[in-house]
């Protein structure tokens, strides 16, 4: 199933992929109809389609997180469409370098990812005409990073938010403490009327995030 996000400058397709039903977001300048592929985990024969049936030019691949469910088709993609790969940040490097063991183990189809550019705090991105700001959000992996396009008032934030809930922390390199800081310290002063796309599940906005959610509302912090 698609979702469509309607952005001033930036959209983005919603497409959750693999049997983890992770967001695989496929964002695009409305001015040129380049698009970015973010986070492109499987099932990459739906993102293509999905970018080809709103006549998308595909150009580069953008990672928030080294996790397979991530980051498992980035080399293919990149392989197939001959686009960089971009992100996410170098402490990530060591999930990366063991994805396709990790597949071996799940039984899921993934390549190892040398991604063309490492990302880090303060960087920004381009889609097209369109840019966003690159912000490091480490505690769900260490090298964790979101998009964040001011103009159309979106992030893309990965594993570090959810509706109602964050990330987990109980992998290899994941910091509660430091999550929870990552997103009082670099989402909450983006402003409260942001909408995000999380990694799971549906999209929300750091207003409701801050009222209802248990782990991050004003009143837990």
Not at 58 to 84: Q, R, V, W
Not at 120 to 136: M, P, Q
Not at 181 to 209: M, V, Y
């Amino acid at each position: 199933m698609v979702y469509i996000v309607a952005m001033s400058e930036i959209k983005a397709l919603i497409n959750p992929v693999t049997p983890f039903q992770q967001n695989a977001p496929i964002i695009y300048c409305e001015e040129t109809k380049k698009c970015g592929f973010v986070d492109p985990g499987g099932d990459l024969n739906l993102l293509l389609a999905s970018a080809a049936k709103n006549d998308l030019i595909p150009e580069k691949i953008f990672l928030t997180h080294g996790h397979i469910d991530h980051a498992a088709g980035a080399t293919e993609l990149a392989s197939t469409l001959n686009l960089k790969i971009i992100g996410p940040h170098i402490d990530d490097k060591f999930l990366l370098d063991e994805l396709e063991a990790q597949g071996s183990m799940l039984g899921i189809s993934a390549q190892n990812c040398s991604p063309d550019i490492w990302l880090d705090d303060g960087d920004t991105i381009s889609v097209g005409n369109a840019e966003l700001d690159v912000l490091l959000t480490p505690g769900h992996t260490p090298g964790h990073v979101i998009f964040f396009h001011k103009p159309s008032k979106l992030a893309i934030v990965g594993d570090v938010l959810f509706a109602g809930s964050v990330g987990r922390t109980d992998l290899p390199g994941g910091d509660y403490e430091q999550l929870i800081k990552s997103i009082k310290n670099k989402l909450w002063p983006l402003g409260e009327d942001i909408a995000f796309i999380p990694g799971h599940g549906p999209a929300s906005n750091f207003q409701i995030e801050r009222a209802t959610n248990p782990f991050v509302s004003d009143s837990n912090l």
